[in-house]
């Protein structure tokens, strides 16, 4: 069974003889997320370009400017490395020894997707100014990333089928040429694209390194931005930023294509028998528990320290109501904006052939390392200077979301839509119905678990979700995440705590449902 790749490309052969209707409203429907896409790449080369020469070269020339490259490229570079030794070696050992309580150690691995990098941040950061700086960050950020790549990696071990390893063994190869050369390189695919992910999210990460006092692009953005509204030296910046999100961009891409699926067995794959750890038993989980207790026990701890001294001095309970309220209504519907923008990305790219169904389809991706300060600059200077009514509103807002978080819909769609065959609708237009009424009745049905997903997932970043919001909010309008940094940043730690707290709680139930649920009822057996 060939990738997502595979099944655009095949999608791509069928389309050639002509675009019916219904394709041709889906390029139309299309126009308008790539349009929004677009925005913010034109905006940093516009501005950039406003700059002239001699302004890039001045700002390019900066020994801040290399400052900031190191910064970001270190921090990128350390956390996705640590991320993936730590992501990897948690997969293995739950997926392929006999490690005791492996469903436990799995639940500990997933957990920390439950708290926002910011919320760490300022957890740690409370402890004191130790933890403060490029290695504070390094380490608070790779506690929170390594789960990425967990997830994917031990999805991989859990479905692979034992077949080649055995031929290996058979052959005379010891367990460590066997993992290298048979188990190993099946596993790429899925480590390389968690490492893609975490890079991604390094480059575009803001709250986490403002509050622990880093700089790299995007907080020197930022600070570009409150010092002299909207000007050229924070664009140069975002063209820098933009230049190294690039690779991550297309890596993720080059490593979807071509990508095949291969089991021995017909339908699932045979588990193999387990590794034995013998003595090093007590050394794994004796490092199981330490990456417990600097991922989960000391965030959670100085979190729940600071909520019984803020309850019990009532600081900041006050406002809990309002923030709540503001995070439901600016996520729900910025949810089904982008949810509903990314539908006819998905269908037109596995219903239609031609460059601007795929440039459609994949330019998401190339933004989606983008931090939201450089989307939300994009934004208003455009609706400042294009139409301005719309300043300050939520219709802006909802456009941000919607162009940063268009690829985690579009991924979660495409799910269920490449299990549709195309040939129900058409046997539905044959039997009297319209194409509207056709997809109603017969595709969208069919495509709700994808739906479903792509709605829990992007209302989970929404509701944590912080730079686009601080930039773009309507006055008035707070959220729990923006509340969590005005109060961390001013060091009210006991007022920022509630709000912290019920972010964690909310953030909890989307990773329980789409990874806890998900690994129990295949860990019954271990």
């Excluded at 390189?185 to 509050?211: I, K, Q, W, Y």
């Amino acid at each position: 069974m060939t990738s997502d790749g595979s099944a655009s490309s095949s999608s791509s052969r069928r389309g050639t003889a002509g675009l019916a209707p219904a394709s041709r409203l889906l390029v139309v429907l299309a126009l308008i997320p790539t349009a929004l896409i677009a925005l913010p790449i034109v905006y940093v080369l516009m501005r950039s370009w406003g700059a002239g020469w001699e302004g890039i070269w001045n700002e390019l020339a900066r020994p801040r400017t290399a400052m900031l490259l190191g910064n970001t490229v270190t921090l990128c570079l350390s956390v996705t490395v640590f991320s993936g030794l730590i992501g990897y070696a948690a997969a293995w050992f739950t997926e392929r020894t006999d490690l005791p309580a492996k469903w436990l150690w799995r639940v500990l691995c997933c957990l920390p997707l439950a708290m926002p990098a910011f919320v760490a941040s300022f957890a740690w950061k409370s402890l004191g100014p130790a933890f403060q700086g490029m290695p504070g960050a390094i380490l608070i950020l790779t506690m929170e990333s390594f789960p990425l790549i967990f997830l994917p990696v031990a999805a991989s071990l859990r479905g692979m089928d034992p077949g080649m390893e055995e031929v290996s063994r058979s052959l005379g190869k010891g367990p460590g040429a066997t993992f290298w050369r048979a188990t190993f390189p099946r596993t790429l695919p899925a480590l390389g694209g968690g490492a893609l992910l975490v890079a991604a999210h390094m480059l575009s990460e803001f709250g986490a390194l403002a509050l622990l006092r880093v700089q790299t692009f995007t907080t020197a953005i930022f600070q570009q931005y409150e010092l002299q509204f909207d000007n050229s030296s924070a664009a140069v910046l975002s063209a820098l930023l933009m230049l190294l999100c690039l690779p991550v961009a297309f890596g993720e891409m080059w490593l979807r294509r071509g990508v095949r699926f291969s089991k021995v067995g017909r339908n699932t794959a045979r588990r193999g028998s387990p590794a034995r750890l013998g003595r090093a038993t007590p050394f794994v989980v004796l490092g199981f528990l330490l990456v417990a207790i600097v991922s989960l026990g000391v965030p959670f701890g100085r979190l729940g320290y600071w909520l019984v001294k803020g309850v019990s001095a009532g600081r900041g309970l006050d406002a809990l109501g309002p923030a709540l309220f503001g995070s439901l209504s600016l996520a729900l519907p910025g949810t089904v904006v982008t949810t509903l923008i990314a539908l006819p990305l998905v269908l037109l790219a596995l219903r239609s052939g031609g460059f601007f169904a795929r440039f459609a389809d994949r330019l998401p991706y190339v933004v989606h390392g983008l931090p939201g300060l450089v989307v939300a600059l994009a934004l208003v200077y455009l609706s400042i200077r294009l139409l301005p009514a719309i300043y300050q509103t939520r219709a802006v807002l909802f456009a941000a979301y919607a162009i940063l978080f268009l690829p985690l819909a579009q991924s979660a769609i495409r799910a269920s839509a490449e299990l549709v065959p195309r040939e129900i609708e058409e046997v539905a237009r044959t039997l009297g119905r319209s194409p509207l009424q056709a997809f109603v009745s017969v595709t969208l049905p069919s495509l709700a678990p994808g739906l479903g997903a792509a709605l829990a997932l992007v209302a989970l970043e929404l509701m944590r979700e912080l730079t686009a919001t601080l930039i773009l909010a309507p006055t008035g309008v707070v959220t729990l995440a923006t509340e969590v940094w005005l109060h961390t940043n001013d060091s009210a730690y006991a007022a920022a705590a509630p709000f912290a707290a019920l972010l964690v709680l909310i953030s909890g139930v989307p990773v329980y449902i789409f990874t806890l649920r998900t690994l129990r009822p295949r860990t019954l057996r271990d």
